[in-house]
């Protein structure tokens, strides 16, 4: 890395005041992105929702919506505070490979090397099984904790420590926000500096992000929104969660629209975090004789229609959150939500495809006539919803990896649908998607609906015809 150089672009960058500008070209959707936030925040019943569209050095909209605070009736804005959720993966994944880069780590370091405490049961994790969410490790989340009692880090270390691992490290992907704990506690004993104090002065202070940082119920933290959730139709105040479970490196931090405009300007630059560092974040997960899963390090990599998206969400106290970035339009779209359960990601990716015709969202789009090609699609899909008892039309390896834990994921997301149109089924470009061993050929959108439930599962086909991979989102 070019230190000066990288010196002189984060002072400009810190000295630079946040614009809205036009889009060049053609006038700017504003109008009809405010109709769809404010049409999903009812159907929704979102109290209050902030949301950034920028593009290049430029912030084309960043405003808020509805209300931060129900009770004190303090509008959204874009300088409103929201808990971040999971999105604060990436910059717990920045700093591990920042120190990668540093040679003070390793990527493939097994992590007992730090944590002693996982001799034995993790003598085969590494640090990147940690970053990709291929450790085997169990999600503390789902019973592990107590999570109104307090913990050290090195109790939640020893707790994880005793969870026996669902897979072997390295053989399949399974969301685990146990590995990014066990980040921070590697970042913490590697450095001597506690993770969140290193996100402070490593990326929050250069990049000139003013109001992020860790959560805390004790500090006074300017424009703080509150957290929702709905109870029987009624909306009530987020649930309680201890202190110190509100500092771990799984998505523990405050961030405005203001702060996401900054990072995500730096992201195009490639200065902070450097294009090093961001050519490893953005690397699909390597499975030991099952090609790759399209997840990075803290990022999802799932294409949108026939174009690159790197993005992440985030679900925690009350709050929803969303960053999907399009680096072949140079465009980022952030969106906030302050209530538990609700949905922004796809909102990012109709507002995307409202800013760029051909980014147009699947759930977005109208059915396709009917022929016995969508019919066939459909059919599938709720061959798949019913139990998918002949898994003959899937290529070998999604056969294997759809077993289990994340075939029971899966289940669960279409569960609720009765009814299943095709809406698209569309050539993937060569190169653009590789889901496990095979490089995605087309991609067929079928949408689900039921009396609970909207739900879009894309559907992809390798070049021999046969399913190779399947994703959902509700909407």
Known sequence: MDTEATRRWLLALSCVAIPVSAQTGRAFPADAIDRLVRAEMERQQIPGMSVAVIRNDSVLLARGYGYANLELGVPASDSTVYQSGSVGKQ???TLVLMLVEQGRLRLDDRIVKFLPEGNGRWADVTVRHLLNHTSGIPDYTDSAVD????????QLVKVAAALPLAF????RWSY???GYVLLGAVIHRVTGTFYGDLLREWIFQPLGMRSARLISEADLVPNRAAGYRLVKGEVKNQEWVSPSLNTSADGSLYLSLRDYVRWAMALDHGKLPDSTVLKMAWTPAPLEGSGVYPYGAGWFLLPQRDHGRIGHTGSWQGFQTSI???PDYRLTVVALANLAGSRPAPLSEAVAGIVEPGLAAPHMLAAAPASDSSRRVAASVRAIAAGWADTSSLTPSFRRFAAGAWKQELDEALAGATAWETVACEPMSPGRLRYLTSAIARTCYVRGSGPDTRVLASIYYGGDGRIAGIETYSY
């Open 324 to 326: 999907q970035r399009y």
């Open 147 to 154: 999570l109104h009692r307090e913990y050290t880090e090195d």
């Open 168 to 171: 072997a490290p390295g053989t």
């Open 176 to 178: 685990s926000n146990t």
């Open 91 to 93: 910059f717990t994944a």
